[in-house]
């Protein structure tokens, strides 16, 4: 995860404070994302519709969100349901 913003504002400190998130897409319809402090993360991904991503974790509902997405040089997120749409994510992308 390369920047946090939220209501305009960087926060990348707060859910990032080691700068070490990652999250990785698997082909069959899992994700796995994992940082210290928080830990791992787990769960299943469905595309929607062209540019809208849901992730359905194994932490629970209210872990559960929905993001619109753009793939260009970075992948940019913007929250699309309930505590997600305050926050644009960008992560960076690996081969």
């Known amino acids: 995860m ?7 504002k960087d926060v990348s400190a707060e859910p990032n404070p ?3 998130r990652w999250i990785e897409f698997r082909a069959d319809g899992t994700f796995h ?6 830990g791992p993360n787990s ?6 519709a062209l540019g809208i991503l ?12 929905r993001w ?4 260009e040089e970075d992948i940019t997120w913007q929250g699309g349901s309930d505590w997600a749409e305050a926050f644009v994510i960008i992560h960076h992308c690996t081969p």
């Open 2 to 8: 390369h920047q946090v913003i939220q209501q305009g």
């Open 18 to 20: 080691n700068t070490d």
């Open 54 to 65: 849901f992730l359905d974790s194994d932490a629970g509902e209210h872990d559960d969100s």
């Open 68 to 71: 619109m997405y753009v793939i």
């Open 33 to 38: 994302s994992d940082d210290r402090p928080y």
């Open 43 to 48: 769960g299943r991904y469905t595309l929607e």
